[in-house]
Each structure stands twice: as structure tokens, then as C-alpha cells.
């Protein structure tokens, strides 16, 4: 019974969508995620699968696939190659995704290669001690870096050039020390990580915002600061910005889907309606919150616009990084 | 203890609900099947069932239970191919392939089944008591482990699996070191920079340890069944109605016991799992066992045993560290993990104080569980046994067939197949050739874990190797090295010098 | 003299592997003092050390293998490689059919036999795989049937 309210309210805009009429939806809808059951490409999936279900904007189930393979390389190069123009699957993608495309991780593809589609939601970095850690905020371990960038062990889920790492060279940059000079520990997965943080081995971690959920009670654990603009909602509402302390970091962890460049226009389309619809639903909305993901709402031609520009970003950092060498 | 008594009361309130009771076994009946297809282990399991509980709308504790249900007994079923076809089911069931598969050619495969069940019990109970009682002084211990301190771990693994040495020194050498080669093949974990991949995105991530398994053993499997017949020597084995005895169980108890509690610690690590506790615990009783332990991988009732405990052992302990800190210790606790998020329930150190029926509900369905699985899996010994009746021209097909599914599940990309057989081919000819393969597996399995806590526990330290010598856990670890290494031979000389005076 | 030949051949192996590692890897940089390259050439050092031992002291001089039992190996790889090659070409049902009809008749069963036991495994694995198990097994030809 609790489920018809929502219910109600999806098909009361279902009547009023205009579009409904026309976009045709796909007819085998299948989600590709890229990696091993149980990471974040599978819950990206799930979003839509549960979601677009919940929300009643696709009455045929959708499939979830996976595909693993180097982080995301196989499934990208599989859609540069034979499904270029399958009308029925869209492709999870993230942040990480978008930094191995810039850094040349999928070979000759780059993000000119796919048709992006629509965002499932987005995270935020997040500084993270442990609490008895003699940091209480982030000017206090910022300065201690920048007088001395091996002061305090950092470690993430990530090998170096990972956006994990990322974070951690942003951070080191923003203190003013050179990132090359840091102690970085990569860890397989956040996981691990905290592990690593609660029993001090490292000093500091730079994780997500929204796995940190779990452990704000718990009160094991410190968050100095939250790599976005500005403060999110509950239950973070009391965890400051980096900018807020003078330390103008950010790092958003999109999370979205791809299709293979040669789609139609009129498939590809029909995609983004479905997501545009989706969006304005609340039951859809509530489980991109539950998955821990906060609210972006992005599709069709914003969405590649904000793609392109975010790649040719994060390539000029991976120069600047000396993580590669600049494109000719 | 009034705390966990009054718990574990609430718990099993939960658990023996009708209902719950129910999923309990039906989730430990179709883990079982599961686990028992080889490649097709608990993490497939859970993953499949996940999304198909959540929208039936079970309430969270009854979704856990059945999920949790699922997860014991695929752990559980991984061991029935190992032993009859001598295809690992699973990543943590290749040791049990040793002695297991020899057993059931000798035409005890109802014995090695039974033995196995009724270790797999113990392994679990063990572990579970052990979770019930100490989970939060473990979550402790578990996190304080350092880079250093697996690094250690690791050396210990490796001193202990050196008594697998078989005829030729070198060639276990030789085999160990192209299994840590293999393990290299990907992206490095430190730096993210490509190694062995040959360009190809495929090998990016490094080959799935279960294709390993699965080419190495199944396949190898294959080819040397093919050969039999072309010689004339492959027989369709009888029905057997061997079953395990009371003599055996007691032959066993003390291994049973040791495995179990190794196991359980190795699980409660995070980054280290079944494979690892299975593979620690078998190198360590065939030390044990000294003189007599050379009986080993030819059909040993207690290298059969010793890894099933240490398998299910380590199972129930990746929980703990899921379950009081909300870090999985695995990939499947990984799963759970995401399901109990699912349902809006965060696990962690609030997990016991906030939703007490689901912490305990969980718990006491464990140990309801384990005995489930005792009772289903006695009874079903004879049927799996007959599996070895069914012809030998159609069940060598069959084994491929299932490997392929298996192999396949895993990535769904061609790519794995055709290195399935290749690494098949591969096994074959090492076999010919009197290598062991155990070695080539432990080599994939603990490479990986040696290299990248090693490079982590240098980061950490600036490149200081005193690091590695810090800790005591680490200290012990090196102890229990030296002591496995020295003991059978300071007791064989001992036993010697002995008889010397006596004659 | 199998061991010599097996052992030569790794050692090539391990020569390129070797090579790899002391010439090609390297890491723009990195925050430990091994490197991604250490380890590996470690390996490689040991390996080769390995097979030249074995090529100097050989043990399995040679490997009992008929010509019959050689022929019906290679037929068997043959059919794997091409198993492996329909898998996804041609969908589980028809590679599996395939692969079993030919697998049971090289290994003795009647022509009859082997095409229904072919079929039946075909068939049966896909519904319990696909169907009941949810894996996600490639359909195929038969893609628009289920």
C-alpha cells in the first residue's frame, strides 16, 4: 500500500507528459555495466532499472549486463566496435571513466567516440580522519602538508592517476606542496581504505561523501571538509566545504550513461525523454537517493556539452599532473 | 555475555520465524546448486538474487537471511565439483580438489562428500561462535592489520605451502613463479601503469582468478580424461555408497578444529578470503602432519578437511567486518553489503544499538543455516555421487560445457574462453611433465596480496624497510614462519636421535 | 628431453617477459621504491633461473604419448577453440549442441547418441542457465524465440 501514492503521482504524469505519446522506448532495454556484479557501475544500472520500473516511465524490464574488463575499457571499445548502433543498451559510466579516456586508458577512443545520454546523479569527494586524528579542520592538516608534504600518510581506493588519487593531488596542490611529493597509499577500494584510516595506518583519506553515511553517527570517523561548492542537504548539512575553509577543491564523482556513437538520433532520443520524465518523477528521484547519489539532472545535448568540456578538464589536469604528456 | 545472550534470543526469535526459517532453507537448498556448478559461485549467487528479493518486497531481515542463506551454501556446494570432477566450484574450493578428486577416482566420493559436509559444518560453527562472541574485539584487530602486516601474512602463507613441494624443487618453483607471473598480467595497483596486457583492453584487469581455476583444473581435466580413452584406461566408475564414519570424523577433529579457527581469522581480514584461508590451512596440516603428511594430495582425509573447514570458516568471518564496521571483507560480504543498503540499512558500528533484530536476526540465521546445510547436504551425498555413473562420453563433454558457462558468467566476453583453453593445454602439458599445479594457483592467489602490501607498506613508511618489522602482529607472523619451517625437522631429528639410542 | 623442449620454451617466454619488464615498464611516477617494474624482474630472474636448470637437469625424459592418443587430443582442442569460437556467434544452444555431438562421438558414443544427447544438453543447459540461474548467456540464433 505504501507504494501507491507514488504510483498515482507517475501515472498522473505520465497522462500530462507531453512526449510520452511520441518517443517510442526502447524495446529490450539493457544496462551494461562495466565491471564485476556489486561495484558502482552495477548500482548505476540499478538505478535506472528499479527506477525507471518504480517510476512506471518503461514498462518492459531492463537487463542488467556486465561486462568487466579494464575499468570500463572493454565495454567502451566493444561499443566503438561491433554494438556502435544498438538502439537498446546504454553503457554506466563515471568520473573514473571519463579520467581514463583523457589520459588515453582506452586506447584510440576518445569521448567523442559515444553518444552520452543522461547523468543517474553525482558525489562529492570528501576529506576524511579519523576521530582522534589532531586535525579538526582542513586549514589545520593543509598547513601541515604544505610545510611538509610527507607529514601525513594519505591513502585512497585507487592506483595513482585514479580519480581516488586525484582527489589527493588536487588536495596537495591546493596546500601549495607539489602532489609528486606526497605518501600515497593505494588501496583496493574505499573499503579497504577506511579500514586503513580506523586503524592508522594512514593518515588521511580522500573518499566520497556519500559512503561516509554510514559512519556519521558512529563518530569513528571526522569528514574536514566536502569537495563541492557549496553544503549538501541532510544528512551532510553540518560538513563544511573545502572553499568555504579558503581551499578552493572541487571534485564531483558523476555517475551517468553512454551509447555507442553511431546510434540514431531517433533511438537516442527516445533514451533522454525516458530520463527527462524520469526525473520530474519523485519515486525515481528517492531511489537515486537511497543508492547514495545526490541529485544531477542532466540529458541530451547539455549532457554531451558538459561531457566534452569535463574530459578536456580533466585532461589538462592529468598534464598539469604529469600524468601524461601534452597532446600534440 | 547478557548482552549477546539477550541477542542472540532476539535473533533466533527472528529466524525461527516460519517464514524466515523457510527462506533460510530454501536459500541454503539453491546455494548449494549454485556453488555446485563450477565458476558459478556465492558472489554470482547473491548478485542474481538480489534484485529478485528486493522486489518481492520481503521485509530487510527476511531479504538478508535468505541472501545469507545463499552465500553459505554456495560456499558450501563449491566443494561438490571439486571433489567429483576435480573442477574447483569456486576460487576457495581448489584446494579441495587435491584430495578430494582422488578419493572419489579411488571410488569414495560418497566418503570425501560426506567428510567434506560434515567439515564444512564444523568450519562454519566455529567461525560463527567465534563471531557471536568476539566480533567486535576482532573488528579491531582486523583494521590495525597493516600493509606490513599481510606483508608478513604472506611470507607465512608461503613458508607453509612450501611443504608442497613435490619430487622436483625447482620445477614447484618454476611453477609457483610462472602462477605470480600470471598474477602480474594488468594494471598496477600502486600506479595504475600497464604491464604484460599487450595492448589488449581485455587483459587490463589482469585474468580472472576463477578462468584461471577453471582452465587450469577443468580443462587440464578435460584433455587428461580425453587421453584416457584414447589409451583404453577411462572407466565409468561404479555407484559407490561410501559415507563418512565416526572413525574418520575423530581421525580428523583436532585439523577440523585448527583450520577452522585459521580460516575464520584469514576471513575476518579484509583482502583476504577463502582461497587464501584454504590454501594457509592445508600447507599448515600437511606440515603438521609431519612424516605421515606425505600422503597428501593423494587422497588424505585430512587434506581433504582441512581446507572445507577453512573455507566456510573464513566465510562466516568476512561478517564480522561487515557487520561492526560496514567494511566488506570480500566480494560477496561486498554484495550484502550493497543489499543492506538497499533497504536503508546501514551496517557499522550502530548496526547492533539501531536495528538489533537485523544484526541478530542475521547471526542466529547462521547458525540455523549451517546446521540446514548439514541436513541437506548428507542426504544429497548419494545422488551427487552417481553424477560419476553417468557415462564417461557424456559427462567429459558435460564438464566442458559447464566450465564454459561458468568461465563465461564471469566477464561475458569470448576472450576468457579461448584463454580457458588455452590455459587448459597448458595445465595438460604441466601435468605430463610432473609439475603440481597447486603451486601455479597459490602463486596467482598470493601474488598479487604480497606485491601490493608490500609497495603499500613502503609508501607509507617513505621507502624505509624497518617498516616491515614493526609491528608485533607481524613479528608473530614471522615466528610462526620460522617455527613451521623448523619444527618437523627439529622433531624428525629428535625422533631420530631417539631410536638411535634405543637400537 | 620433453622436459628440455617444455623448459626451452618457457625460458623464451620468460626472456620476453624479462624484457618487458627491464626495458618497457615504467611509471611516469611513483610513491614506493619498487616500482611497477621490481617485481616482475625478479620473477624473471628466477624463472629463467629455473628453466635453465631444468634444461641442464631434466627429470621426465619423455612424455608417453601415442600417435592415436595425440590426434584425438588435438581434435579435442580443435572442437574447444571452436566452442569457444561459436559461444557468442552462434549462441549457446547451437555451440553447445554442436560441441557435445562431436565430443561424445570422439569419445565413443553412437552417432545417435551423441545428437540427442547433444540437443538435450543444448537445450536443457540454456533453460536452466539463462532461465532459472539468470546468467546471462549469449541466445544467439535464437534470440527472438525466448
Redesign the interface.
Known amino acids: 500500500m505504501k507504494r501507491s501514492a507514488p504510483l498515482a503521482l507517475a501515472l498522473a504524469f505520465a497522462c500530462l507528459n507531453p512526449f510520452s505519446a511520441f518517443a517510442a522506448n526502447p524495446e529490450k532495454p539493457e544496462c551494461v555495466a562495466p565491471a564485476?556484479?556489486?561495484?558502482g557501475f552495477?548500482?548505476t544500472c540499478?538505478i535506472i532499472?528499479?527506477g525507471f520500473l518504480e517510476a512506471k516511465t518503461l514498462d518492459a524490464p531492463m537487463q542488467?549486463?556486465?561486462?568487466?574488463?579494464?575499468?570500463g575499457?572493454?565495454a567502451?571499445?566493444l561499443f566503438n566496435t561491433t554494438r556502435t548502433d544498438d538502439p537498446n543498451a546504454v553503457v554506466a559510466f563515471s568520473s573514473g571513466s571519463l579520467l581514463n579516456v583523457a589520459t588515453g586508458?582506452?586506447?584510440e577512443w576518445t569521448e567523442k567516440d559515444a553518444r552520452w545520454v543522461a547523468m543517474a546523479g553525482t558525489d562529492y569527494g570528501a576529506v576524511i580522519v579519523k576521530a582522534d586524528s589532531p586535525y579538526t579542520d582542513l586549514k589545520g592538516v593543509m598547513e601541515a602538508l604544505k610545510a611538509d608534504p610527507?607529514s601525513v600518510?594519505i591513502g585512497a581506493g585507487?592506483?595513482?592517476?585514479?580519480q581516488d588519487?586525484m582527489k589527493a593531488a588536487l588536495l596537495m596542490k591546493a596546500a601549495g606542496a607539489d602532489p609528486k611529493k606526497m605518501?600515497?597509499?593505494?588501496?583496493?577500494g574505499g573499503?579497504?581504505s577506511?579500514?586503513?584510516l580506523?586503524?592508522?595506518?594512514?593518515g588521511l583519506y580522500t573518499g566520497d561523501i556519500a559512503e561516509m553515511?554510514?559512519?556519521l553517527?558512529?563518530g569513528?570517523m571526522r569528514v574536514l571538509a566536502v569537495m563541492h561548492s557549496e553544503r549538501l542537504g541532510e544528512p551532510f548539512d553540518k560538513v563544511p566545504t573545502a572553499k568555504e575553509q579558503g581551499y578552493d577543491v572541487q571534485w564531483p564523482i558523476i555517475r551517468g550513461y553512454y551509447m555507442g556513437k553511431k546510434v540514431s538520433d531517433e533511438a537516442y532520443n527516445a533514451w533522454v525523454e525516458l530520463f527527462k520524465k524520469s526525473y520530474e518523477n519523485d519515486a525515481f528521484n528517492q531511489i537515486v537517493k537511497?543508492?547514495?547519489l545526490f541529485k544531477l539532472n542532466i540529458a541530451g545535448k547539455e549532457m554531451e556539452e558538459y561531457i566534452h568540456n569535463d574530459v578536456a578538464k580533466l585532461r589538462t589536469l592529468a598534464v598539469e599532473m604529469g600524468l601524461i604528456e601534452a597532446p600534440k | 555475555m547478557d548482552v549477546i545472550l539477550s541477542g542472540l534470543g532476539q535473533g533466533f526469535a527472528v529466524a525461527l520465524q516460519p517464514f524466515n526459517l523457510f527462506l533460510v532453507l530454501a536459500g541454503c537448498f539453491f546455494g548449494t546448486l549454485?556453488g555446485a556448478l563450477p565458476g558459478?559461485g556465492p558472489?554470482?549467487g547473491v548478485?542474481?538474487l538480489l534484485?529478485i528479493a528486493?522486489?518481492l518486497g520481503f521485509p530487510p531481515e527476511s531479504a538478508l537471511i535468505l541472501l545469507a542463506g545463499i552465500y553459505y551454501g554456495a560456499e558450501y556446494g563449491g566443494r561438490i565439483s571439486s571433489i567429483l570432477l576435480n573442477v574447483p566450484g569456486d576460487a576457495g574450493a581448489v584446494m579441495t580438489t587435491l584430495d578430494g578428486s582422488p578419493m572419489a577416482k579411488r571410488g569414495e566420493a560418497g566418503r570425501a562428500l560426506s567428510l567434506s559436509g560434515v567439515a564444512s559444518f564444523v568450519g562454519g560453527s566455529v567461525a560463527i561462535v567465534l563471531l557471536t562472541l568476539f566480533a567486535p574485539a576482532l573488528a579491531a584487530f582486523?583494521?590495525?592489520?597493516?600493509?606490513a602486516d599481510y606483508v608478513a601474512l604472506m611470507v607465512f602463507a608461503f613458508t607453509s605451502l612450501a611443504s608442497l613441494v613435490g619430487?622436483?624443487g625447482?620445477?614447484t618453483?618454476?611453477a609457483a613463479?610462472?602462477g605470480?607471473?600470471i598474477a602480474?598480467i594488468g594494471?598496477?595497483?600502486?600506479?595504475?601503469?600497464m604491464?604484460?596486457t599487450l595492448?589488449s583492453?581485455?587483459?587490463?584487469?589482469g585474468i580472472?582468478f576463477l578462468v584461471i581455476v577453471i582452465g587450469l583444473f577443468g580443462?587440464a581435466e578435460?584433455?587428461h580424461l580425453?587421453?584416457s580413452?584414447?589409451?583404453g584406461t577411462l572407466k565409468t566408475l561404479p555407484v559407490d555408497s561410501t559415507f563418512v564414519s565416526w572413525a574418520d570424523i575423530f581421525a580428523v577433529k583436532w585439523v577440523m578444529l585448527r583450520s577452522s579457527i585459521i580460516g575464520f581469522i584469514v576471513g575476518v581480514l579484509?583482502?583476504t578470503g577463502a582461497s587464501v584461508a584454504s590454501a594457509v590451512s592445508y600447507g599448515t596440516e600437511k606440515r603438521l602432519a609431519g612424516e605421515s603428511g606425505k600422503s597428501f594430495g593423494t587422497g588424505d582425509i585430512r587434506g581433504l578437511a582441512a581446507p572445507e573447514s577453512a573455507n566456510n570458516a573464513s566465510a562466516s568471518g568476512a561478517m564480522v567486518?561487515m557487520l561492526t564496521?560496514?567494511?566488506?571483507?570480500s566480494?560477496t560480504t561486498?554484495?550484502l553489503l550493497?543489499a543492506l543498503?538497499?533497504f536503508?540499512i546501514?551496517?557499522?558500528?550502530?548496526l547492533f544499538q539501531q536495528k538489533p533484530d537485523i544484526a541478530w536476526g542475521l547471526i542466529a540465521s547462521m547458525y540455523i543455516g549451517n546446521v540446514a546445510l548439514l541436513v541437506i547436504n548428507l542426504p544429497l551425498v548419494g545422488l551427487f555421487a552417481r553424477l560419476l555413473t553417468i557415462?564417461?562420453?557424456?559427462l567429459?563433454?558435460?564438464i566442458?560445457?559447464l566450465a564454459?558457462?561458468g568461465v563465461?558468467?564471469?566477464?561475458?566476453?569470448?576472450f576468457d574462453?579461448?584463454l580457458?583453453?588455452g590455459l587448459?593445454?597448458l595445465g595438460?602439458?604441466l601435468r605430463?611433465?610432473?609439475f603440481s599445479l597447486a603451486p601455479v594457483i597459490l602463486g596467482v592467489v598470493l601474488g598479487n596480496l604480497f606485491?601490493?602490501n608490500?609497495?603499500?607498506a613502503?609508501?607509507?613508511s617513505?621507502?624505509d624497510w624497518s617498516i616491515l618489522l614493526q609491528s608485533s602482529n607481524s613479528l608473530i607472523l614471522y615466528g610462526l614462519a620460522i617455527l613451521v619451517v623448523a619444527l618437523p625437522i627439529v622433531i624428525s631429528r629428535m625422533l631420530k636421535a631417539r631410536q638411535n639410542k634405543a637400537v | 628431453m620433453?622436459?628440455r623442449i617444455?623448459a626451452a620454451i618457457?625460458l623464451l617466454i620468460?626472456v620476453a617477459?624479462g624484457w618487458?619488464a627491464f626495458m618497457i615498464?615504467?611509471?611516469?611516477f611513483?610513491?614506493?621504491?619498487?616500482?611497477?617494474e621490481s617485481?616482475?624482474r625478479i620473477?624473471?630472474v628466477?624463472?629463467g633461473l629455473?628453466?635453465l636448470?631444468?634444461i641442464f637437469?631434466p627429470?621426465?625424459d619423455k612424455?608417453d604419448?601415442?600417435h592415436?592418443?595425440l590426434v584425438?587430443?588435438v581434435i579435442?582442442?580443435v572442437l574447444?577453440?571452436g566452442?569457444?569460437?561459436l559461444?557468442?556467434h552462434a549462441g549457446f544452444i547451437l555451440s553447445?549442441t554442436g560441441?557435445?555431438i562431436g565430443?561424445?562421438y570422439?569419445?565413443?558414443?553412437k552417432p545417435v547418441h551423441?545428437l540427442i544427447?547433444g540437443a538435450a544438453?543444448g537445450i536443457i543447459?540454456y533453460v536452466l542457465?539463462a532461465k532459472l540461474?539468470?546468467?546471462?548467456?549469449?541466445a544467439g540464433l535464437f534470440k527472438s524465440l525466448f
Open positions: 564485476k556484479p556489486g561495484g552495477d548500482l540499478r532499472q528499479t542488467v549486463t556486465f561486462m568487466p574488463g579494464g575499468i575499457a572493454v567502451y571499445n586508458k582506452y586506447g610527507t600518510v585507487g592506483s595513482v592517476g585514479s588519487w605518501r600515497y597509499v593505494a588501496f583496493d573499503g579497504e577506511i579500514a586503513a580506523l586503524g592508522g595506518n594512514i553515511s554510514a559512519h553517527d558512529a569513528t537511497d543508492k547514495g | 549454485i558459478i558472489i554470482n548478485a542474481i534484485p528486493y522486489s582486523a583494521v590495525k592489520f597493516s600493509p619430487k622436483n625447482i620445477k618453483l618454476l613463479a610462472i605470480l607471473m602480474s594494471v598496477d595497483a600502486n600506479t595504475g601503469v604491464r604484460f595492448g583492453p581485455e587483459l587490463m584487469a580472472d580443462m578435460l584433455l580425453v587421453e580413452y584414447a589409451r579484509p583482502g567486518p564496521l560496514g567494511i566488506p571483507g566480494g561486498a554484495i550493497g543498503l538497499l536503508n546501514t551496517p557499522g558500528p550502530m557415462p564417461q562420453q557424456y567429459t563433454p558435460m566442458a560445457v564454459f558457462i563465461y558468467s564471469v566477464v561475458g566476453d569470448p574462453l579461448y580457458a583453453v587448459g593445454v595438460w602439458v605430463k611433465l610432473e606485491e601490493d608490500l609497495r603499500r613502503l609508501s607509507i617513505g621507502g | 620433453a622436459d617444455f618457457t620468460v617477459y618487458a615498464i615504467k611509471a611516469p611513483q610513491y614506493d621504491p619498487l616500482g611497477p617485481w616482475p620473477l624473471s628466477l624463472a629455473c628453466c636448470w631444468i637437469k627429470d621426465v612424455i604419448i601415442t592415436n592418443v584425438r587430443l579435442m582442442v574447444l577453440l566452442y569457444a569460437y559461444f557468442e553447445t560441441f557435445c565430443a561424445a570422439l569419445l565413443g558414443a551423441a544427447f544438453t543447459g542457465g540461474l539468470a546468467l546471462n548467456l549469449p
